[in-house]
T-cell receptor, first 115, second 109 residues
Framework: ETGVTQSPTHLIKTRGQQVTLRCSSQSGHNTVSWYQQALGQGPQFIFQYYREEENGRGNFPPRFSGLQFPNYSSELNVNALELDDSALYLC??????????????FGPGTRLTVL | AQRVTQPEKLLSVFKGAPVELKCNYSYSGSPELFWYVQYSRQRLQLLLRHISRESIKGFTADLNKGETSFHLKKPFAQEEDSAMYYCALSNQGAQKLVFGQGTRLTINP
């Protein structure tokens, strides 16, 4: 069983630029969630994708957008980067939306630094 | 509003001593509660969830709906328990996780 993978591991961008982060879900999982973890904080929910459709969104502006592909992998796109976007971005996959007690499996994260 | 509070950012105990990591939550309805752990240089991973009523690595957690708490306990701490611990909740089945700020647990030899 292949775990959740994310790329790249680290990324440095400047203010105003755009970035795309990628996530491959665990085998057999059809739901992907994205979280932002600022330094010293717990992860914060950005949005979730289920079968290529957005299925819930946290308190993040529209410049945070995403995609899910037919193979259930996913992208997180952030436009017009701001300094406060510097964080660890976590992707988590799970087996089935709506299943009580369903476990989310996390990737290693992408560390984004905005200068 | 959904909220998870972990009042201790840092907790340090000696090996063999009991450990209790506190977690309080605010939620209208019946949430699912989880404890996630992150060991040094490893990814975030599920430690236990309240519906399973399991003991994992000697840790247990009981959901107290009256006190809206889900404290994590272990009777005898081991050095390998040193890690970052996050309490989290979600809607039943909705899967959006709301995390606390985390508690860094250090077990001293």
């Amino acid at each position: 069983e292949t775990g959740v993978t994310q790329s790249p591991t680290h990324l440095i961008k400047t203010r105003g630029q755009q970035v795309t982060l990628r996530c491959s879900s665990q085998s057999g999982h059809n739901t992907v969630s994205w979280y932002q973890q600022a330094l010293g904080q717990g992860p914060q929910f950005i949005f979730q994708y289920y079968r290529e459709e957005e299925n819930g969104r946290g308190n993040f502006p529209p410049r945070f957008s995403g995609l899910q592909f037919p193979n259930y992998s996913s992208e997180l796109n952030v436009n017009a980067l701001e300094l406060d976007d510097s964080a660890l971005y976590l992707c988590a996959s799970s087996q089935k939306r709506g299943s009580p007690g369903n476990t989310q499996y996390f990737g290693p994260g992408t560390r984004l630094t905005v200068l | 509003a959904q909220r998870v509070t972990q009042p201790e950012k840092l907790l340090s105990v000696f090996k063999g001593a009991p450990v209790e990591l506190k977690c309080n939550y605010s939620y209208s309805g019946s949430p699912e509660l989880f404890w996630y752990v992150q060991y040094s240089r490893q990814r975030l991973q599920l430690l236990l969830r309240h519906i399973s009523r399991e003991s994992i690595k000697g840790f247990t957690a009981d959901l107290n709906k009256g006190e809206t708490s889900f404290h994590l306990k272990k009777p005898f701490a081991q050095e390998e328990d040193s890690a970052m611990y996050y309490c989290a909740l979600s809607n039943q089945g909705a899967q959006k996780l709301v995390f606390g700020q985390g508690t860094r647990l250090t077990i001293n030899p």
